[in-house]
């Protein structure tokens, strides 16, 4: 499974884009990009995925480079209820089960 | 009701003590997996079970054990429970497409062995 590395903790305001990279320098072919959100004492909740380029949905966008050794969490427009912990894994669904690094925790103040 | 259900929602318990951690969900997921998590490690999985005759070690099984007991249904228990088992367990579930799809995560158990 690729080992994943990501930024420890990060500050911002409300109304400002947070970015935050996930570093996957082994990833796999055949493996996809997930980010995960949690809240506290509540379960990870899944936000978004991809496989390349960019993705986009009505919570984040993921940018993910053409060598696919990095990607980007892009988190627009950041309000109070956004502070939490964010997790970037790495994996396939044919293999073990994904694993969950330490997360990015995202705090955000008005 | 709650597509991951664990029960109980809080339990203290004793050094040496039994105890068993329940999930069931409705989704109708054949993945199911137990993460144990602890103030700044991240989510550490315990087990997981691919299908009812599947069981699977993960990164921190010992002194653990699990039973999957119908699709919908998947324990995790403490033989003899320790203090450093103190800890927030999650349950969660998957269809086999894992990465594309994403887990779905019960509301966690809190467990303090004292």
């Known amino acids: 499974l690729a080992k994943t590395t990501q930024p420890v903790s990060m500050d911002s305001y409300e109304g400002q884009e947070v970015n935050i990279t996930c570093s996957h320098n082994?990833?796999?072919?055949?493996?996809?990009i997930t980010w995960y959100q949690q809240f506290p004492s509540q379960g990870p909740r899944f936000i978004i995925q991809?496989?390349?380029t960019k993705v986009t949905n009505e919570v984040a966008s993921l940018f993910i480079p053409a060598d696919r050794k990095s990607s980007t969490l892009s988190l627009p427009r950041v309000s109070l209820s956004d502070t939490a912990v964010y997790y970037c894994l790495v994996g396939n669904q044919a293999g073990t089960a994904l694993i969950f690094g330490k997360g990015t925790t995202l705090s955000v103040s008005s | 009701d709650a597509d991951v259900t664990q029960t109980p929602r809080n339990r203290i318990t004793k050094t040496g003590k039994r105890i068993m951690l329940e999930c069931s969900q409705t989704k109708g997921h054949d993945r199911m997996y137990w993460y144990r998590q602890d103030p700044g490690l991240g989510l550490r999985l315990i087990y997981y079970s691919f299908d009812v005759k599947d069981i699977n070690k993960g990164e921190i099984s010992d002194g653990y054990s699990v039973s999957r007991q119908a699709q919908a249904k998947f324990s995790l228990s403490l033989e003899s429970a320790i203090p450093n088992q103190t800890a927030l367990y999650f349950c969660?579930?998957?269809?086999?497409?894992?990465?594309?799809?994403?887990?779905?995560f019960g509301s966690g158990t809190r467990l303090t062995v004292v």
């Open positions: 082994n990833i796999a072919t055949n493996d996809y």
């Open positions: 969660a579930t998957s269809d086999k497409d894992t990465a594309v799809n994403g887990y779905t």
């Open positions: 991809g496989y390349k």
